[in-house]
Antibody, heavy 124, light 108 residues
Framework: EVQLVESGGGLVQPGGSLRLSCAAS????????MSWVRQAPGKGLEWVAN????????YYVDSVKGRFTISRDNAKNSLYLQMNSLRAEDTAVYYC?????????????????WGQGTTVTVSS | EIVLTQSPGTLSLSPGERATLSCRAS???????LAWYQQKPGQAPRLLIY???SRATGIPDRFSGSASGTDFDLIISRLEPEDFAVYYC?????????FGQGTKVEIK
């Protein structure tokens, strides 16, 4: 079964750090771009970061640049999000998602497999 | 950054009715590089549509997507009870990827 399982969420004080993990199974992890997407309480979805199959390319939303780092360990089938200098506005459920490129001759992508999410609360 | 604006915010319909959800982009999203997701309470999102009009694997054919310039529609031809949820459009034409704010389809 294709599956993503996040862990590492919790309560952290403003300015603190947290490292999220996402364990992948049931597919060839090293063949896919991966993403982190978050959702603040009662709000919509916000894309956070992407990482290429070999980790050589990484992209971030402006609000987390310089504070968050996406990484992966293909030998461990794992995706990570290191979050530093956390702010109250980072409070959210964080999802990891597999990015599939559709073989349509175009550059079509979609996040086709999602984890159940892990909750990060930044509060004093 | 490409801003996606979805309308309406909430759509109140009955099972069996047709739903039309709209998403407008603030600028070109390339060759219709737009996807639609469905999210139910307490669940992760599910990919419905990519490339503005191609259904993802396992998505029923009552879901369809269309595009006209920077305007995109998601159409649910006949609402089933399990279709009442929040729907998001998302563009992947350029970084940062962005989502619309969502349209809630609720039972009337």
């Amino acid at each position: 079964e294709v599956q993503l399982v996040e862990s590492g969420g919790g309560l952290v004080q403003p300015g603190g750090s947290l490292r999220l993990s996402c364990a992948a199974s049931g597919f060839t992890f090293s063949s896919y771009w991966m993403s982190w997407v978050r959702q603040a309480p009662g709000k919509g979805l916000e894309w956070v970061a992407n990482i290429k199959q070999d980790g050589s390319e990484k992209y971030y939303v402006d609000s987390v640049k310089g504070r968050f780092t996406i990484s992966r360990d293909n030998a461990k089938n794992s995706l990570y999000l290191q979050m530093n200098s956390l702010r109250a506005e980072d409070t959210a459920v964080y999802y990891c998602a597999r990015v599939v490129r559709f073989s349509s001759g175009r550059a079509d992508y979609g996040m086709d497999v999602w984890g159940q999410g892990t909750t990060v609360t930044v509060s004093s | 950054e490409i801003v996606l604006t979805q309308s309406p915010g909430t759509l109140s319909l009955s099972p069996g009715e047709r739903a039309t959800l709209s998403c407008r982009a603030s600028q070109s999203v390339g060759s219709n590089y737009l996807a639609w997701y469905q999210q139910k309470p307490g669940q992760a999102p599910r990919l419905l549509i990519y490339g503005a009009s191609s259904r993802a694997t396992g998505i029923p054919d009552r879901f369809s997507g269309s595009a006209s310039g920077t305007d995109f529609d998601l159409i649910i031809s006949r609402l089933e009870p399990e279709d009442f949820a929040v729907y998001y459009c998302q563009q992947y034409a350029g970084s940062p990827w962005t989502f619309g704010q969502g349209t809630k389809v609720e039972i009337k």
